[in-house]
């Protein structure tokens, strides 16, 4: 599958953005979806990740309660909503699929981790500063 990541942005502390990643070329609902971000002089780290129905998710603890992925597999589109930015939060976010439907156990096991996804999108800036 090909990911194109878009809506990022300069954005000023406690504002909100929605990145979004169009899948095509495969059919989405077959993949687990992951964002992940990079800031400067970092490691890419994980974000969020929705399974391949939508019905489970999890966050990195830094964006819990900030931030919310979400799906449309009739658009073949994820979601990550972004409120109450801060400027830690400027990276580089990219938006990952892993094929497949796995059990829950599995999925949680793995969702976080970037090497177990295998297609990426390009990345789009999210830049937060007054």
């Known amino acids: 599958v090909q990911l194109q990541a878009s809506g990022g942005g300069l954005v000023r502390p406690g504002d909100s953005l929605r990145l979004s990643c169009a899948a095509s070329?495969?059919?989405?609902?077959?993949?687990?979806m992951g964002w992940f971000r990079q800031g400067p002089g970092k490691e890419r780290e994980f974000v969020a990740a929705?399974?391949?129905?939508?019905?489970?998710?999890n966050y990195a603890d830094s964006v819990k309660g900030r931030f919310t992925i979400s799906r449309d597999n009739a658009k073949n589109t994820g979601y990550l909503q972004m409120n109450s930015l801060k400027p830690e939060d400027t990276a580089v976010y990219y938006c990952?699929?892993?094929?497949?439907?796995?059990?829950?156990?599995?999925?949680?096991?793995?969702?976080?981790?970037?090497?177990?996804?295998?297609?990426w999108g390009q990345g789009t800036l999210v830049t937060v500063s007054s």
């Open positions: 990952a699929a892993r094929e497949g439907h796995y059990i829950l156990s599995y999925y949680y096991a793995n969702a976080s981790k970037k090497e177990w996804y295998d297609s």
């Open positions: 070329g495969r059919t989405f609902n077959g993949y687990t």
């Open positions: 929705i399974s391949w129905t939508g019905g489970n998710t």
